[in-house]
């Protein structure tokens, strides 16, 4: 077999493993072609008018106008919400993300409602979900909160953090993943202080 034909060969046998089972020790991955699994499908104008009110957003000189331009984009946003700099509010489902009275996202964090990495490598289908950030509550600087997840009301999220799981309502939260570290209210909102008998709030 000439050199020509190996390479075709080669080609061929590239191009026949495209959905066959690869066995990687005793458990067997599926690859299934893009068709199995499609990817977030929305209209261009719907993602151009997303992507441009996203960009006013980032860079307005106030919380009020930051939450103004979210809120165009179809983010669901209580009363007194701050909403810090360069905030992502998922680009291709706003409508998703809801931002309950009072709660605080601070600079550069995000806020997802989709999750196309399945879709993309061939395991599974897009995950979209309803992102909830509860009444009260205090995203920090530079964290990601997941698809699907419900941050508590006056729960606070530590900076730098990945919310992968739903966080309890007045537990404060740190780390990659994040991990409960100590509760400042009870489900009521209460206030806590390491084991002292609740304290009522003023608020």
């Known amino acids: 077999m000439g050199p020509s034909s190996m390479n075709s060969e080669r080609r061929r046998l590239l191009l026949g493993a495209r959905g066959a089972q690869v066995r990687a020790g005793s458990r067997n991955t599926s690859v299934t072609s893009d068709a199995a699994f499609p990817r977030a499908r929305r209209a261009i104008s719907a993602r151009a008018r997303s992507a441009a009110l996203l960009l006013a957003a980032w860079y307005s000189p106030t919380s009020t106008l930051r939450v103004a331009f979210h809120r165009l984009r179809g983010v669901n946003i209580g009363k007194s919400v701050e909403i810090g700099y360069f905030v992502i509010l998922d680009n291709l489902y706003p409508e998703k993300i809801f931002i309950e009275d009072g709660a605080t996202v601070s600079a550069r964090s995000t806020i997802l409602a989709h999750d196309e990495s399945m879709a993309y490598t061939g395991h599974g289908p897009e995950v979209v979900a309803e992102t909830r950030i509860g009444s009260g509550a205090f ?18 999220v530590g900076a730098g953090s990945v919310v992968t799981k739903d966080v309890p309502p007045g537990a404060v939260v740190a780390g990659v993943p994040a991990k409960v570290i100590r509760s400042t209210h009870d489900e009521e909102g209460n206030g806590i202080l390491y084991g002292v008998e609740p304290v009522p709030r003023t608020d």
Do not use: E, F, M, W
């Not at 995203?139 to 606070?156: E, Y």
């Open 139 to 156: 995203v920090g600087v530079h964290c990601v909160v997941l698809p699907g997840i419900t941050v508590g009301r006056r729960a606070v």
